[in-house]
């Protein structure tokens, strides 16, 4: 995961209010937190990742309403800066909120949509910024004393009870599980949930968090990696999760290294040829075949393939000729079939 520097909150305490230039109907007499006057407004792109956001135990996150909109000049033209007025709908996070219900938020963007699409779409460069949209709102943890404040992240919510926030209050809810069976049966079916950013948190969680034991992990990924049933996406991140996070390359005869190469041996045979590739690529990084036979990687590699059991050679003919066959794999082939096929193997 890539970390994005937070926008930090403005300091200080300053009367002033929002002015309601785009007012929802039925909204124009609340009142927002005090604002900063126009010149102490900190712009906020709002573009720090938001599974970061939601992992981070000081942080807010709150399902909100757009009630209005105000823009101001800004020195560059391509940059759209201003305030919106949101109600706080709800909070996901556990009771960290206590803020006031109506908030003044800084948002800046990109003044063309051509340069937000470039910007990957995150934060606001992600928003129609529309009265009446709903928003996740990634905020700190202590109530702002001054506003308009600036969120860490924003994303767009298709309703108040939209698909994304409930897929945030699911990993939520394995956050704040304690450790044990229950977290575990938590995460397994967050794996295989076709809610928004359920999945690609627990594969985050099982990975470089650590939130279960790693020999539970490893199982839970190969499970999904192997069921040639479930989606192609949930299959190619857990054998990224597998590779990247659950390998572990200082521990050359760790049982679990072990497992996650029979895993990818075995699942060689997949139907899917852009999962075949990638396992392919994979097992080349992992056992080390570029380098000196007479390396520390390569003995290291020759040492984890004692512990790893094999498909059978009739099996694996089958999925050589088919690596054989694809020119994305073809020059591995031959590599392979030494591998598995010959003297010594397992």
Known sequence: MRFILRLILVIGLVHGAVPSTNAAPGHEGAEPARVAAREGTTMSFANENLMDVVVDPSSVVLVARIDAVET????????????????????????RWHGPTVVALAFAQQARPAMRLRSGKLGFDGVDLDV????????????????PISARTVAP???ADGALARGIAAALAIEAEPPGASRIALVETALRSDLP????????????????????AVE???????????????????????????????????????RILESFFATLGTADRELRRQLVESLHVLLAVDGDPSSDEAKNAARVMKHVALPSEHSSRTWIQAIADDPATAEYATWLTQLTTGPGRR
Do not use: C, K
């Not at 359920?198 to 099982?206: C, D, F």
């Not at 990924?221 to 390359?249: H, K, V």
């Open 72 to 95: 101001q000049p800004h020195a560059d033209p391509e940059t759209l800066e201003g305030t919106l007025r949101i109600a706080v709908l709800r909070e996901l996070t556990p009771q």
């Open 157 to 159: 919510l298709e309703g």
């Open 220 to 258: 839970l990924e190969i499970t999904l990696l192997r069921d040639e049933r479930a989606p192609a996406r949930d299959r190619a991140m857990s054998q990224a999760t597998l590779e990247l996070e659950l390998w572990r390359a200082d521990a050359p005869e760790d049982r679990e290294n072990a």
């Open 197 to 216: 950013f359920l999945p690609e948190y627990a594969h985050y969680a099982v990975g470089r968090l650590a939130r279960i034991p790693r020999d539970r």
């Open 132 to 147: 009446g949209r709903y928003l996740i709102v990634g905020l700190e943890e202590s109530p702002p004393t001054i506003a």
